[in-house]
């Protein structure tokens, strides 16, 4: 007994000499939810680290999928506390209270967008003087990524979207063999899942699907890391790769029997509002003025969306609120029976898998993250509203944003391939240094977002971005705080426009507690300037020109006024012409029918 114990003080004290006299690397404790079972290296590649002559901490954790026994066998420390680091690497961002003052770390941050959610974690890794290293930002010269789970991203992803297919077609009133194949984390492995897919196929072959759903179509936005490991999955189906413009022909007249798909670069599905050419250069330089086609070439003859890209806010969406209203129908819900027991099914598009996960970006309509307990939500484009129950409408999308944890050992193990070769750079940092003044290779140089106690020059853009969304949130709060003290049994007037006209109207209505505005502009800066200072007034972004948007509205008020020239609005309301019209404003105001008054 004594002498166990001696021999494990003495294992201790070798340990503590050891990490006195080398660059110490610890892989911390995944904590961000129950599913991330990854690790950023496996025992395999922390074997070679320490081969290397570095000494690597691992601290323990019973989820994790790799066994603390098999970092323990390849002579890494197991040990809660990581102090004695210089370098401390995950694979998610850690809690901000568990961050060590100056030390180096590597995680995927999702701070680099401004992410509201992220920014607690960013202010406190500058007050403590950490260098970050964020491995999305870990890029060659042309902008590729050189480490990522994009591609276990895209497995994971197109396993759970097939699972899904199968619970919606069910509760839509089909059943197909889609029912057989589970969620990814249901398989230890990639090579478990093929054979199912073999099986899926061959009874898609055999017995066929009904041609209210088929022949069903794939959309892969994207040509990266996460599109071609979606592909990967879907080619063990029957199917057949077609050109982007062939996908109405493969909808309408296809072979049941086989899945279609088509793969969308930015080439073919962007195009410049003002008809000139795309190019990649043209495009990163001035994405504002390119509109993504996707919605009214291919979307609606799509069953299933592969969602791949990279977006930012300056790039058009792939689909917008506007465009689901399109795709699921509105106002033609109906499953009337075209066969007793066959449904018919009023839109083509079943599911989105969102697993770019950018919220509220390119799929506008993809509002938050869905979680691997619960990956499926429904979007019902009538109410704008999300819900889980498979018995409602909706269009069905999975947004799950950490996927590769359902195939954790096989993720880590190919990220660490990826991030191993990069790792003695990343070693070499140190955070009392800025990162201009330090030896680095390029690709860790350009994923360094702080340094110093500040942000790194290459992202100092943060702090901008981060005011004007601020910004945007504070409006959006005062509209959100104005609507909901709106009452609806008061006498309602939507007014046309945000100028120097407008403000007499609102002064003069808003005497009346009875009388709530509805400021409609396309300037929305403008309109909240002016709501802000009556009471009773709300702001409402409206552009004339969607006609859609403008009819609801319309809809929702009891008199319009106008004194633009627009005469978009006559389409839906009659106009009473007025030489005294603000008399005449009260006296609409006592009808019950919509009316628009054109000053």
């Not at 870990?138 to 994971?156: C, K, L, S, W």
């Not at 179509?217 to 490991?229: E, H, L, P, R």
């Amino acid at each position: 007994m004594l002498s166990s114990k001696l021999n494990a003080a003495a294992t201790k004290l070798r340990n503590v000499s050891l990490l006195r006299t080398k660059t110490t690397l610890a892989i911390r404790r995944e904590t961000i939810n129950v599913w991330e079972r990854r690790a950023p290296l496996a025992p395999a590649h922390v074997k070679q680290v320490i081969e290397s002559g570095v000494n690597v901490l691992v601290q323990p954790s019973a989820r994790r999928s790799f066994y603390m026994q098999e970092y323990e066998e390849v002579g890494a420390i197991i040990t809660e506390d990581l102090s004695s680091a210089t370098h401390i690497i995950g694979v998610k961002a850690p809690d901000p209270e568990e961050l060590i003052s100056d030390k180096c770390y590597a995680f995927f941050s999702h701070v680099i967008k401004a992410q509201p959610e992220g920014m607690p974690l960013l202010d406190e890794i500058i007050k403590k003087n950490i260098t970050l290293l964020d491995y999305e930002k870990m890029t060659n010269e042309d902008g590729q990524r050189n480490v990522a789970f994009g591609h276990y991203a895209g497995i994971a992803g197109m396993i759970n979207i097939l699972h899904g297919l199968g619970l919606r077609l069910l509760s839509l009133g089909v059943t197909s063999p889609f029912l057989h194949i589970g969620l990814a984390h249901n398989y230890a492995s990639v090579d478990q899942v093929i054979p199912v897919l073999h099986k899926i196929g061959s009874n898609l072959q055999k017995y066929k699907l009904p041609k209210v759903v088929a022949p069903l179509t794939f959309a892969f936005t994207g040509t990266g890391n996460v599109s071609q490991g979606a592909q990967s999955i879907f080619d063990h189906l029957p199917h057949e790769y077609i050109d982007p413009h062939d996908m109405k022909e493969a909808a309408l007249n296809g072979d049941p029997s086989k899945c279609y798909a088509t793969v969308l670069s930015r080439s073919n599905c962007m195009e410049r509002i003002d008809g000139k050419p795309y190019t990649p250069e043209d495009y990163a330089e001035n994405g504002d003025l390119y509109r993504n086609i996707f919605s009214e070439k291919v979307a609606p003859y799509t069953t299933c969306l592969i969602n791949g890209l990279y977006w930012d806010h300056n790039s058009p969406r792939v689909l917008t609120e506007e465009d689901g209203d399109r795709l699921f129908g509105m106002g033609s819900q109906a499953r009337n029976n075209i066969m007793r027991g066959i449904p018919q099914i009023p839109h083509k598009m079943i599911g989105i898998a969102d697993i770019s996960c950018d919220i509220g970006g390119s799929i506008e309509f993809s509002r938050e993250p869905t979680t691997v307990g619960n990956p499926f939500q429904l979007y019902d484009p009538k109410t704008r509203t999300t819900h889980n129950d498979f018995s409602r409408d909706g269009i069905m999308v999975m947004s799950i944003d950490n996927l590769p944890c359902q195939l954790p050992r096989e993720a880590t193990e190919f990220f660490g391939d990826c991030f191993l070769p990069h790792l003695p750079d990343f070693l070499k940092l140190t955070h009392s240094k800025h990162v201009s003044n330090q030896a680095t290779s390029p690709c860790i140089a350009r994923a360094i977002i702080t340094t110093e106690g500040g942000l790194a020059p290459d992202y100092k853009y943060i702090t901008t971005l981060r005011e004007e969304q601020e910004l945007a949130a504070l409006k959006e709060a005062r509209v959100a705080k104005t609507k909901a003290e709106w009452r609806t049994d008061n006498k309602r007037v939507l007014l046309l426009g945000s100028g120097l006209v407008a403000e007499p109207v609102v002064e003069y209505l808003t005497r009346s507690p009875d009388v709530k505005i509805t400021i409609g502009s396309i300037d929305e800066d403008q309109a909240i300037q002016l709501a802000s200072r009556y009471r009773n007034t709300v702001p409402q972004y409206l552009d004339g020109g969607n006609r859609r948007t403008l009819k609801d509205e319309i809809s929702k008020h009891d008199i319009v006024i106008r004194y633009t020239l627009c005469i978009l609005y006559v389409h839906y309301t009659f106009c009473i012409y007025y030489k005294s019209f603000i008399d005449d404003i009260w006296l609409a105001l006592k009808t019950s029918k919509t009316r628009c008054i054109s000053i």
